[in-house]
């Protein structure tokens, strides 16, 4: 079955989460995604030792879904004969991502401008923290930080406390990721018009702020400025907000809709708290009880009841291993064996998009560094003898 980028060929000089995030996306579409690495795995993986045995290797690299559908193949890019054969790499290549801080790609010799000579039809993708210019664009971060300057971190947590740190989602993968292929897919279907690659600047500071856009439209609209806690969509209100129950686990209800509220309140005996809803100088009392009613049930008890009624908006706050098991993701195979490694099947995340006619697919896992340098190689023209003197020249490994 055809995939939708089938026939489009990515070359992934990224390291961290974002970046290969990104080509994931691509691969999991039916790109043909090379990861550019350097031997050994590089400096992390070298601190980390997560590369101490080869087994062990293999089994990182099958598990790990951000290098599904990807080959690998090891290029030493300090060396001058590894740099052409990133360039031979790139003549035929559709999209070159990277996820270097500004200026580092210049040092390695596959900076844009270079290899917009070679391939004046790539679409060139860096992505960084900051982006490529303005006054933040040479600081070092993490997600912690991009979303801090974005605008998430100071809208999330106990109204009147300290912010509650995320999980890293919203810069790494959303603002970052996510950000990163969508700008790279229209930059593809821009080429189908102009004939042209183009460059793509990605920040994950940009993507988290462009993802503010609601609570920001507020703002500029009504000068309202969104705090931790103090509104509807982040704990002020009582018909959305999260309640333990009697075993310690939650429930979330998502009730902002007078219908949903209203089935809600019918449902738990307290009609009395339907016309109240919207009374902010009530929203404490009305916590108060909720949280009375769900603590004298196990919240598994509170889901199957509540489930079953027409318009109540509410769902299990899951631990990872119940999300593993949930029938709905089970169901949508957002959960599935993506393989084997020694034996040992390899389950993985599903693919997000459903795409009737086109679907994606995970066909490979994740490759050990370099496991694919010589198949590389030898499709670009390359000799065995010159690939064993690339070997021993330690350009490739």
């Known amino acids: 079955m055809a995939m939708a980028l089938q026939g489009i060929k990515v070359v992934d000089l990224s390291r961290m989460a974002p970046g290969p995030f990104c080509t994931m996306v691509l691969g999991d579409l039916g790109a043909d995604v090379i990861r550019v690495e350097e031997p050994g795995g590089g400096r992390m993986a070298r601190e980390r030792s997560t590369n101490a045995d080869e087994a062990r290797a293999k089994r990182n690299a099958a598990f790990n879904a951000l290098n599904r559908n990807k080959r690998s193949i090891a ?7 590894a740099r052409k054969v990133l360039r031979q790499l790139v003549r035929d290549a559709d999209v070159f991502v990277e996820g270097f801080r500004p200026g580092v790609v210049s040092r390695l010799g596959c900076d844009y401008e270079t290899l917009r ?4 039809r790539l679409v060139y993708c860096s992505l960084s923290g900051y982006g490529q210019d303005g006054p933040y664009s040479g600081l070092v971060g993490h997600d912690i930080n991009y979303i801090s300057v974005g605008g998430a971190l100071g809208v999330i947590g106990e109204r009147g406390g300290a912010p509650v740190i995320p999980y890293n989602i919203i810069a790494d993968f959303a ?15 821009a080429r189908g018009h102009t004939g042209k690659g183009q460059y793509v600047d990605v920040a994950m500071s940009d993507g988290v702020a462009y993802m503010m856009a609601s609570v920001m439209s507020v703002y500029f609209s009504d000068g309202v400025l969104a ?3 103090a509104m509807s969509l982040n704990g002020a ?7 333990e129950c009697r075993d310690g686990r939650y429930l979330s209800v998502g ?4 219908w949903f509220w209203a089935a809600l309140c019918h449902a738990l005996g307290r009609s009395d708290l339907i016309s109240i809803q919207f009374d902010e100088s009530k929203a404490e009392y009305i916590k108060g009880e909720l949280r009375d009613i769900f603590i004298t049930r196990d919240r598994d008890d509170w889901w199957k009841t509540l489930s079953r ?3 109540i908006a509410v769902a299990k706050v899951s631990s990872l291993d119940e999300v593993a098991s949930d029938p709905q993701n089970l169901y949508r195979e957002m959960v599935i064996e993506a393989g084997e490694v020694d034996g040992q099947s390899v389950r993985q995340v599903g693919i997000g998009p459903k795409l009737s006619d086109t679907p994606g697919s995970v066909r490979f896992t994740g490759a050990t560094t370099g496991q694919h340098t010589d198949e590389v190689l ?3 023209g390359y000799s065995e003898g010159d690939i064993a003197g690339l070997r021993e020249s330690r350009a490739v490994a």
Not at 255 to 258: A, K, Q, R, S, V
């Open 309 to 311: 009624i027409d318009n």
């Open 378 to 380: 030898a499709e670009l």
């Open 117 to 120: 000579d070679t391939n004046p």
């Open 237 to 243: 209100a009582p018909y959305y907000n999260v309640y």
């Open 255 to 258: 009730c902002i809709e007078p």
């Open 227 to 229: 705090a931790p806690g």
């Open 75 to 81: 290029l030493n890019l300090k060396d001058e004969a």
């Open 175 to 189: 603002g970052g990721g996510l950000h990163a292929a969508t700008a790279v897919l229209a930059a593809i279907i």
